[in-house]
Structures are given as C-alpha cells and as structure tokens.
C-alpha cells in the first residue's frame, strides 16, 4: 500500500444542508412529555372556562388567601378589577404549582436531553460528525427553550380561546401578558437548571430525574417559604419568588420587575456552567 | 514513512478514567496507521481499544500524549476531523421511533454532506429503509450502523467491532465492501475480535493488551511468526526425541492415527532433510492458525514484552 492509493479526490461526497438538526432530533425526544404538558393545559384552561359559573359562587379572595391559595403562590388581595376567569386562570395555572407541572416537565427534558443520547450511544455518533461540543449543547438549550415556548403560547391560546368560547370570560390582556413574561423567567431558569444537570450526568433518566428534583425543592422552598415568617428566607432560593406570574394577574400590579432578571439570569449562569462543565467532560456512560 | 501518507498518528497516548481507583486504560502506545490501509485493532476485552477509538474522536481526552489525523490535531482541529471521518460505534442504541431511513437522513444531515454511498451500500446490505429501528434484529440494526458510517464516503472509517451481530453472509458482504473502498483510497482503522476478518482484510494490526501495545504487525510478518505445521507419518520407528531435536521444531505431537505433528518456526529445509533419513509414509505442511499467534498476544502470561510501533519500511 502506498500514500498515492489514497487520494482523496476519489471521495464523491457532496455537501448538504446541515440546519439545526440537533434541535430538531431533542425536540422529537421530548415530544411525548411536551405533548403530554400541552395537553393538561388545555384541559385546565377550558375546566376553568367551563365552570366559571360555579366559580362566580364561590368566595375567591377567601381562597385566595387561604391556607391552599397560599401555599400554591396565589396568595395575594385580589385586584378591584381583576375578571373572574383571570383570577381563577391564574390561581390553577399560573401559581408556583405551574412551576412544579409544567417547569417539572421542562426540567426532566431539560435534563435528560444530553444525557440520554450519552447512555445511548448516539452522542457519540453526533459528535462523531462535524458537530462541536459546543454547537450541540447550545442547540439542545435552544430545544428546550422552544419547548418552553410551546408550554407558554399554548397557555396563551388557551387563554384566548376561553375567551372567545365561553360567556363572561374576559382578561385583562397586558397583565395576563407581564405575567406570562413571568411565567417565561422562571421556565428559563428551569431549563437552565435542567441543562447543567444534563451536562453533568450520563444517563437519561438519572438527569432528568435530578433536575425535577431541583424543581421539587424549588417548589418546597416556595410553599414552606410563604407558610410563615421564620421561613420566609426560604422563598429567596427558587425562581418564583422573582416572578411571581400569578400575583401579577390577580392583583393587577408588577412591582419590582427587576426582579426577573433573577431567574433570567439564574438560568444565564446555569446554562453557561453546564456549557463549560460539557465542553471539558469526557464523553462515559 | 513519509508524514503525508499517514492518516493516524497516535504518539504515547495515555488515558486514566480518573476516581476513588483510577483506571489506566490506555498506557503509553504509539502507532501510525497509513492512508489507504485497512488496519485492524486487536485485544481482549478491556484491553483499551474503545478507549483508543474514542481519544481519536475527541469524544475522551487523553490524559497525555497527542493524537493525529490527517496531520490535524485531534483536540483542536476535530471538526475538520470529523468531516473527513465515518465513525461506527461499538455499542448504541438506536432510536427506535426513527425508520432506517430518517436515522440515515439525520446523521447525513449532521455530517453536513449527502449520503452518495447509500445507493451502493443498500445493494449490499439490504435493509428495510422504511420500517422503524425499533423492529430490526441486532444484524439489521448493525448493517444500518454500517451504513451510516460509510454513506459520506468518509476518507477515514473507524469502525469499532464493525461485523458484531452479522450473519457470514452479511461479514462476508462487509469485507468485500471493505476491500473495494481500501481500494479506492478509503483509510479504515478497525477494532475486531473476529480473527478471520481481520486476517483477510486487514493489512496491518495492532495488538493491545492491558493497555499496552504488544505488537504492530503486517498480516504476513503474523503469518510468518505463526510458522507451519508439519504432519508426518513414518512407516520405520521414530521417538519424539529424534524428533525434537530437529533445527526450528517448537512443538512435537503424537496423534491417536500414529501421524506426527512438528510445529516449526523458521525455514522447513532442516526438517525436510532430517524427515529424509527415515521411510516416510506420508508428509503434510500446512500454516499454522494465526488464531494462535493473536491468543498469545491476548493472554497475559505472554513471554513478549509490549513494544511501540515497529512500522515496516
């Protein structure tokens, strides 16, 4: 054999598109779990269209502060001009508890999205091609924050479409809104989270499962936090306190929004460790 | 060897997975594998092959030494690598919800190139593009990995245990390919336990053994060291002494027929003339097994110590 036998002008190969085909793949990986939170979001939205009439009997603000209205983060004096359907909206879906359901959600994928393909094999394969390290984890990251945004704007059409089905359901837009851009700051932090977790370990459902855990403490932090003053310190360490999306839309106030750089800036740091961690890190099972 | 025939340059590599009891799986080796060879990358389980195949794609980081492709860097220069590169991993798992035929668009699409061997390797391994991953048996699933790895016509196959799970029919079918893309300038470097695919597709081989190399070998330099067996029958009484005492005679077996077998190392022409002095009833030369020459290097208690690259001229 010789150095003239390998020419590489023999090699046909022809470039292609390469798109964000790592995106694309983690997307489909977490299909069934983003399907599945979708899914029990509309079911919420259009339970609370469909009884608000019952709702109407009932004594919100009593709720409200109550002992469950509290611990699920909705704990706030309802606005004098909050609609109904709002109010409940936000107390069933836009509470700490959205964090739990649906940033668990996002967390698991989050991280499980490197993970999973090391305990497979397939990152070996992917990196194997001219993919960086670097390239795919930020393609992933990006995944996982388009299914954030799929979460929040199926939450939103949700929203509009319980406006449009169902008699005296009515919002107040730009409060609904900041606190959907509340609800977007603390599911930022939580992919953040879920990224670094996913870096840092090497089977699917060992990430995922560490960071719903982190998401599970964030929410204990949360309710033990607003159950009394002694523990208030407690609500400091999870990304809701920050944003707190559901006071937004009962009390029809945003104060403080600086605070949401907290959470944006949480999951900023977050990401860019398990970024750091992921481009150093040997590839083992 | 002149620097710009070499595909892969690895130059005392050293891997430890690092922990409470680090483990050094790559211990110092230093090979060179040339453009347009079919090299082949031998040793018992656990002897660091995956490890070795695995620094090369920068998916580990040596702990020391440096590795090269193509003159490029390993580490540094890995996208530029990787673009030259088709890479079949020992052990993955597929993605079960994808068909054969999105799998294969992925990982074309990763590879940023159109898959211009597809036609051809579909001839030779016949898969069904359409039905989801999740239904193919391991040599099905095996050939799709093949094909993912060769559909660029990458200018460099690492193929790790390419033919596990396939059927003679499909190994034969991979050899054959091999050695037409070898033909056309294809670097392939390949780990195998198959001793027979090895010796007649490879070109050259390594031998690793706990870490270590034990031996860079051309196929005919193994043939060679294997030697030959000769099977005798006398038809006048000989003793095993006699027999023994012949120049280059390693080995002497008395078979159940009355037959002796004489394993040789070195030139037949003594024992021909030693043989000579008595009737011979019958005489057989055959070559000796290369099985044997690699289990000696595979077992732990081999007489040879491990050695670095002895790259022919």
């Known amino acids: ?285 | 060897m002149d620097g710009a025939g070499v595909a892969i340059d690895v130059a005392h590599l050293v891997k430890t997975y690092p922990g409470k009891q680090p483990v050094r799986a790559v211990r110092d080796i230093s090979f060179q594998v040339e453009r347009g060879e079919i090299f082949g990358f031998l040793g018992p389980n656990g002897a660091g092959k995956t490890t070795t195949i695995r620094c090369l794609l920068d998916v580990l980081r040596p702990t020391g030494g440096s590795l090269s492709v193509f003159g490029l860097d390993a580490r540094r220069d890995a996208l530029a690598i990787h673009s030259r590169v088709g890479y079949l991993p020992g052990d993955v798992r597929l993605p079960g919800e994808l068909t054969a035929k999105q799998f294969l668009a992925r990982y074309s699409r990763l590879a940023g190139l159109e898959p211009v061997l597809l036609p051809q390797l579909r001839e030779r391994f016949e898969i069904p593009m359409d039905r989801k991953l999740k239904s193919f048996s391991k040599g099905m699933r095996q050939m799709t990995l093949i094909m993912q790895a060769f559909m660029c016509d990458p200018e460099l196959a690492v193929l790790d245990e390419p033919t596990s799970g396939l059927d003679p029919l499909g190994q034969r079918a991979f050899n054959q390919f091999l050695l037409e893309q070898a033909g056309r300038g294809m670097t392939v470097f390949m780990s195998s336990h198959i001793l027979s695919e090895v010796e007649h597709t490879c070109h050259r081989v390594a031998v690793i053994r706990e870490g270590r190399l034990a031996a860079v070998e051309t196929i005919e330099a193994l043939r060679e060291r294997s030697g030959q067996v000769v099977i005798v029958e006398f038809e006048d009484p000989v003793t095993e002494a006699e027999l023994r005492a012949i120049a280059g005679v390693q080995d002497v077996e008395r078979q159940a027929n009355g037959s002796w077998h004489l394993k040789l190392a070195g030139s037949i022409d003594p024992v021909i003339k030693a043989l000579a002095r008595h009737t011979v009833a019958r005489l057989e030369v055959e070559e000796a097994p290369l099985e044997e020459v690699f289990l000696k290097f595979y077992s732990a208690g081999a007489s040879e110590p491990a050695v670095e690259e002895v790259v022919p001229a």
């Open chain 1, 1 to 285: 054999m010789s150095a003239e036998a390998a020419a590489p002008a023999l090699r046909v190969a022809r470039p292609r598109a390469r798109r964000f085909t790592v995106l694309a793949a983690t997307l489909y990986e977490s299909r069934t779990l983003l399907g599945a939170a979708c899914g029990y979001i509309v079911i919420i939205g259009l339970l609370v269209g469909l009884l608000l009439p019952a709702f109407k009997t009932l004594n919100l603000q009593i709720y409200l502060t109550g002992t469950l209205g509290s611990l699920l983060g909705g704990g706030a004096t309802l606005g004098p001009n909050t609609p109904l359907f709002a109010a409940y909206l936000a107390l069933e879906l836009y509470t700490s508890f959205f964090m739990l359901l649906f940033g668990g959600v996002l967390a698991y994928a989050a991280g499980a999205s490197i993970s999973r393909n090391i305990e497979d094999g397939t990152l070996d394969l992917t990196l194997a091609r001219p993919v960086g390290r670097v390239r795919l984890y930020l393609e992933k990251w990006a995944a996982m924050l388009v299914g954030g945004a799929l979460i929040l704007v199926v939450s939103l059409l949700t929203a509009y479409a319980g406006t449009l089905f169902f008699p005296n359901a009515t919002l107040h837009w730009t409060w609904f809104l900041l606190g959907n851009l509340d609800v977007a700051a603390m599911l930022f932090a939580v992919v953040g989270m879920g990224m670094l977790v996913s870096a840092v370990t090497s089977a699917g459902r060992a990430g995922g499962g560490a960071a719903v855990m982190v998401v599970v403490f964030w929410y204990f932090c949360q309710t033990f936090g607003s159950a009394g003053d002694r523990l208030a310190f407690l609500q400091y360490l999870g990304p809701y306190y920050y944003a707190p999306s559901s006071h937004v839309i009962t009390t029809e106030q945003w104060t403080d929004p600086w605070k949401l750089l907290v959470p944006v800036a949480a999951g900023l740091v977050f990401g860019l460790a398990g970024l750091v961690y992921f481009r150093r890190r040997d590839i083992t099972a």
